[in-house]
Each structure stands twice: as C-alpha cells, then as structure tokens.
C-alpha cells in the first residue's frame, strides 16, 4: 500500500503562488506514476498534471507555463509549485499515484481558494 499526505494549501489573492507538496510512504518501489488532480464545487476531478517514472510531465492545457510539477531524488514527495494563480483554479487538490498493477491511492486532499 501507499500513504500519501498532502499539505500546503491555502488562501491566495489572484496573481499570486502557492506549492503544494505530497509525501508519499509505504510501498514507494511499487509507483509507477505520480499526479495531481484538482475537484471544483460541482465539478468533476480533473487532471491537472502528472509526472512518470522516467520523469517525463504531462499538464492541463489551463495551468501550462503557470504550474510546475516535481517530485524529489527520492520520488518519496510529489510538488505543484502553482505561480499565477486565477480564481479558476480554486479546488481541492488530490496527490495521486498509479503502481505497476495498475492501482490508484489518493491524498485526503488539500483546500486551494484564489480570491481577493
């Protein structure tokens, strides 16, 4: 199993940055690839970006040249450095990982608001 943990979210004024950050435990060896997905108020969860073993990125075409997607040496935290952030981008933000069998775990989710 993988624990993942997720954590820096928070209240931003338009234009502004935030980094989210998501600390994976357990069975580490066993992830395939890692991502992050945003759910809006009566919307559905959405890919926002995510990143492979070989470390190759993929993004929503809304958040492109904005956020930027890493993870560590130890591929054992996962980041979103989010930079001019919009009201749009307002969710609840997931960590995801996807294992070589094919098996997704989710983060308990962290609150993003961009607001004045």
């Known amino acids: 199993q993988v624990q993942l943990v997720e954590s820096g979210g928070g209240l931003v004024q338009p234009g502004g940055s935030l980094r989210l950050s998501c600390a994976a435990s357990g069975s580490i060896s066993s992830i395939k690839t890692m991502g992050w997905y945003r759910q809006a108020p009566g919307k559905e969860r959405e890919l926002v970006a995510g990143i492979t073993g070989g470390g190759r990125t993929n993004y929503l075409d809304s958040v492109k040249g904005r956020f930027t997607i890493s993870r560590d040496n130890t591929r054992t935290t996962l980041y979103l450095q989010m930079n001019s952030l919009k009201p749009e981008d307002t969710a609840v933000y997931y960590c995801?990982?996807?294992?070589?069998?094919?098996?997704?775990?989710w983060g308990q989710g962290t609150q993003v608001t961009v607001s004045s």
């Open positions: 995801n990982v996807r294992t070589y069998t094919n098996y997704l775990y």
